[in-house]
């Protein structure tokens, strides 16, 4: 396999991702660990589907485990920044292969935190 081969794999993979809801890439899903109940997954499809292809930030507030992310940079194919926040220390240990994924540990309501936020992406 030559890198041509490569490169229309992953062209065909991302047009494949490109057609698939919130919904069916979080059922698709086999990476970190996601609990998000199917009614929020099509209520954010709805609201996301007009920003889907947009270079966007996106802040995450409460990441658990951190599968969302996962499967939103799927979903945000063009997202410039994914940043999870969350309260929970252990979130620190979370990393990412995808370098627009970032992840930060705090209460999303302490100025200090909102300051850690906005020097990954200053805005969302």
Not at 27 to 46: C, M, P, Q, T
Not at 50 to 59: G, I, M, T, V
Request: charged share 30%; glycine share 6%.
């Amino acid at each position: 396999m030559n890198s041509n081969d490569l490169y229309n794999i992953h062209k065909i993979n991302r047009e494949l991702i490109r057609e698939l809801s919130l919904l069916e890439l979080y059922n698709r899903h086999k990476g970190k660990a996601s609990d998000k109940w199917s009614i929020y997954l099509r209520e954010y499809d709805r609201l996301f589907i007009n920003y889907r292809d947009k270079e966007l930030a996106l802040l995450e507030i409460g990441i658990q485990n951190g599968g969302s992310l996962e499967v939103l940079a799927q979903y945000f194919q063009n997202a410039k920044n994914l940043v999870g926040c969350d309260i929970n220390e252990k979130c620190a240990d979370l990393t990412y292969e995808d370098p627009r994924v970032s992840v930060l540990c705090g209460d999303a309501g302490d100025a200090l935190t909102v300051d850690k936020i906005k020097s990954i992406s200053p805005s969302f």
